[in-house]
């Protein structure tokens, strides 16, 4: 099992940047390809982001090209969302997901692991 756990959520302004953290308990982080995801009150879990195991490979939902950037540090056991120009739509607990090997790019999912969320609140 590998544990995830978000951070950096919080109160932002619109047009305002926040950073998130996912920070993973496993000894093989670099074979794990890791996902963002964000669900707003009443509506679908919705993909953002994925980064390949080496950090060589990411891809973006079109919502959030241009504005978010994901990257890792395998040396930290942590993956990063840097999140620029947000907007009160980006309103939502996010998440980071890991999935089991990296056999194969498929950066949408499925993801076997899950971390318990952060909020993120932007202010119009």
């Known amino acids: 099992q590998v544990q995830l756990v978000e951070s950096g959520g919080g109160l932002v302004q619109a047009g305002g940047s926040l950073r998130l953290s996912c920070a993973a308990s496993?000894?093989?982080?670099?074979?794990?390809?890791v996902g963002w995801f964000r669900q707003a009150p009443g509506k679908e879990r919705e993909f953002l982001a994925a980064?390949?195991?080496?950090?060589?490979?990411?891809d973006y939902a079109n919502s959030v090209k241009g504005r978010f950037t994901i990257s890792r540090d395998n040396a930290r056991n942590t993956v990063y969302l840097q999140m620029n120009s947000l907007k009160p739509e980006d309103t939502a607990v996010y998440y980071c997901?890991?999935?089991?090997?990296?056999?194969?790019?498929?950066?949408?999912?499925?993801?076997?692991?899950w971390g318990q969320g952060t909020q993120v609140t932007v202010s119009s």
């Open positions: 496993t000894r093989t982080f670099s074979s794990h390809p």
């Open positions: 980064i390949s195991g080496s950090g060589g490979r990411t």
């Open positions: 997901a890991a999935r089991r090997d990296g056999i194969n790019w498929y950066p949408r999912g499925p993801y076997d692991y």
